[in-house]
């Protein structure tokens, strides 16, 4: 079984993922350009392993052992070794292929490379690689230490070793796995929440209802932990944008068009918690 697993990129996401593999008794190498990325990272898995001891869901002794099978570094040559890759950089895909072309050159044979791209058709990441076959769609949701799914998605070469391999990586992280079989743009998560969150916008945009009331409706009339438009504020809102894009550009379906509404906000910097402006307004 997989012993060494590699995170790309120490962003939410990232860090996130490194913390339920650590926990899981994986050692695992965080990746990133940036030096200061990764002490942030570090710092948060620290913070959230701290919540979790204090709300006794698990012991110091493995909070501090966790934290010791994390080690970061800043170059991509430095997860050579990893039996299982999973990027989680920005969701271009321009970015993530460039990043599966050095993998492609620097994973060992068999590595299972995965992405958590939310949207992104898997078999496009998989082109800028000679091993497309490895190639799978790892995607979990945030926050990772407290969201139970992971979605794997095939791309049109993913073998079933590779798709069988990451499933028992994502249920021994403690996740719970629905498997997407053919690749398309938003896979099925992205797609039902960016129909529900574009319609919430059009809906506020045309003054049919508030965010506050129409969050209070989906949370308590279908019972969603969440209302669509806290969660675009929660992920952030340019995030929801580009991954809705993803999907509009490949169905050209009405659902998916963004309303004007959500351009504006990303165009004004109003990205949800992480700016302090979103649907809603956060104290610092």
Known sequence: MTSQVAVIGAGLMGSGIAQV???AGFDVVL???????????????????????AKERISEPEAGAALKRITTTTALADVADADIVVEAVFEKLEVKTEIFKSLDAIAKPGAILGTNTSAIPITSIAAATT???DVVGIHFFSPVPMMKLVELVRGQDTSDETLAAARKF???VGKTVVVVNRDVAGFVTTRLISALTMEAIRLVESGVASAEDIDTACRLGFGHAMGPLETADLTGVDIMLNADM?????AKHQAFEPPELIQQMVAEGNLGRKTGQGFYRYDA
């Not at 990325?37 to 959230?48: G, H, I, K, N």
């Not at 993803?246 to 490949?250: A, C, D, G, L, Q």
């Open 170 to 172: 994502s249920e021994r």
């Open 131 to 133: 091993r497309p076959q």
């Open 21 to 23: 593999a650590a926990l």
């Open 31 to 53: 990746q990133d350009v940036s030096s200061e990325s990764l002490e942030r990272a570090v710092a948060s898995v620290t913070d959230s392993l701290a919540r979790f001891v």
């Open 246 to 250: 993803s999907v509009y550009n490949e």
